[in-house]
């Protein structure tokens, strides 16, 4: 059963404009969350996090979201640049310790 | 630091044949983990270890699969006898008791059991 859902499976952006990811989860006890960004041949590296005490965390280029009502989490990039051309996992956790549920993905690629 | 390396980055093996996969983590870490990131169940969470020792190997899929961790600079997983279902590629990861839950990835193993 995948409590953390990642529905669009590849996105396509230009250049200088946004990139919009989107994370669904199931598990209303998640309260931490996490994005990693992989590239082929490597291990997935930590991006961004958020925890559920906020609503919004930026670092850089990237800010992501968090809609606890909703279940949904959003990751931001802007502007994108061709260094973006990954796949970035979102990943949740219940408690401030616990085991990381990963989504299935989205690939990314930023054509010039 | 080196960051989390793993040995090997490929291997191939026959069905039947016992796998080795070896992982030594960040040093200083105090928490080590094994995933399997396949096609179909994407990256899931095999095991993990505080302080060496196994604290949650639910993910583990069989009893032919089993890890240890002699030490905190090294951790194995096994797989025997491996089966063509167990072609994926393995990944280890370490972090600080922090509470952050950042994890720091190896580079994977990519087994493919023929």
């Known amino acids: 059963d995948q409590q953390v859902k990642q529905n669009s499976p590849s996105l396509s952006v230009q250049e200088g404009r946004i990139s919009i990811l989107n994370c669904d989860y199931t598990?209303?006890?998640?309260?931490?969350f996490l994005w990693y960004k992989k590239y082929p041949a490597e291990g997935p590296t930590f991006l961004i996090s958020i925890s559920s005490i906020k609503d919004k965390n930026e670092d850089g280029r990237f800010t992501v979201f968090l809609n606890k009502s909703a279940k949904h989490l959003s990751l931001h990039i802007v502007p994108s640049q061709p260094g973006d051309s990954a796949v970035y996992f979102c990943?949740?956790?219940?408690?401030?310790?616990?085991?990381?549920?990963f989504g299935a993905g989205t690939q990314v690629v930023v054509t010039p | 630091d080196a960051g989390v390396i793993q040995s090997p980055r490929h291997e191939v093996t026959e069905m039947g044949q016992e796998v080795t996969l070896r992982c030594k983590p960040i040093s200083g870490h105090d928490y080590l983990f094994w995933y399997r990131q396949t096609m179909m169940r994407g990256l899931e969470l095999l095991i993990y270890?505080?302080?060496?020792?196994?604290?949650?190997d639910s993910g583990m899929p069989e009893d032919r699969f089993s890890a240890k961790m002699p030490n905190a600079s090294f951790s194995t997983l096994k797989i025997q006898p491996s089966e063509p279902r167990d072609s994926a590629v393995y990944f280890c990861a370490s972090s600080f008791t922090s509470g952050n839950l950042e994890q720091y990835f190896g580079p994977g193993t990519r087994l493919t059991v023929t």
């Open positions: 990943a949740a956790s219940a408690g401030s310790w616990g085991k990381l549920q």
């Open positions: 270890f505080n302080n060496n020792v196994p604290i949650d």
């Open positions: 598990n209303s006890m998640f309260d931490y």
